[in-house]
């Protein structure tokens, strides 16, 4: 289990209104109800309009509602992070997500289906992904934040963003046909690659 609050600390308030109306539609199907937009923002305590920003309909509100309880059992404990070695740090974070990624991989893939879709109906202004693994990635590079330019730590956080969870996965196995093992491979490979080449 996790021990990180994604409602605390670095995150913003549209981070902590989008996990409001997760756990909101989380309650009202424990409960046995089928959650439409606008009884998920009673739940939530959001008007119908700010639930409507975030989530167009209810298919991709439960989509992410599962993911996101699966991402809060992400097998990543802060506490047994290294305080210097960021190696340590961002491959404890990777076998973390990747875990999660395999573990939920077919309801990852319908999310992004209805993420990307949502994509081109709102000629690309839809703004569908939480963005959650920034979050850890800025816990797992916490070392060197204040070490590297401001460009370049930006440049690493991003290209972590990029080859961390279910996305690397997913592309390794459809793209290069890859099986699990040798996916997980690949991907470790390229982390530390990333690491050795940023973190000199």
Not at 115 to 142: F, M, N, Q, Y
Request: with cysteine; proline share 2%.
């Amino acid at each position: 289990m996790s021990t990180f609050d994604l409602s605390k600390g670095r995150s913003k308030q549209k981070l902590r209104t989008r996990q409001q109306l997760l756990q909101a539609t989380r309650e009202l199907l424990d409960e046995g109800k089928v959650p439409s937009i606008e009884a998920v923002a009673e739940q939530a305590g959001v008007s119908r309009a700010t639930a409507y920003r975030y989530f167009a309909n209810t298919e991709k509100l439960v989509f992410e509602a599962g993911l996101d309880a699966a991402w809060h059992s992400l097998e990543f404990d802060p506490s047994k992070l290294h305080p210097s070695d960021v190696a340590q740090r961002v491959m404890h974070l990777h076998a973390a997500m990747w875990k999660n990624g395999r573990e939920t991989e077919p309801a990852f893939r319908r999310f992004l289906g209805s993420a990307l879709a949502e994509w081109v109906e709102t000629g690309g202004k839809s703004d569908s992904r939480g963005g959650r693994r920034l979050l850890l990635i800025d816990i797992a590079l916490e070392p060197v934040k204040e070490v590297l330019e401001y460009s370049e730590y930006n440049m690493l956080r991003h290209s972590l963003a990029g080859m961390l969870g279910a996305d690397m996965l997913v592309s390794l196995r459809d793209i290069c046909k890859l099986d699990y093992e040798e996916a997980e491979r690949t991907s470790r490979w390229a982390v530390m690659k990333l690491l050795e080449s940023a973190i000199r």
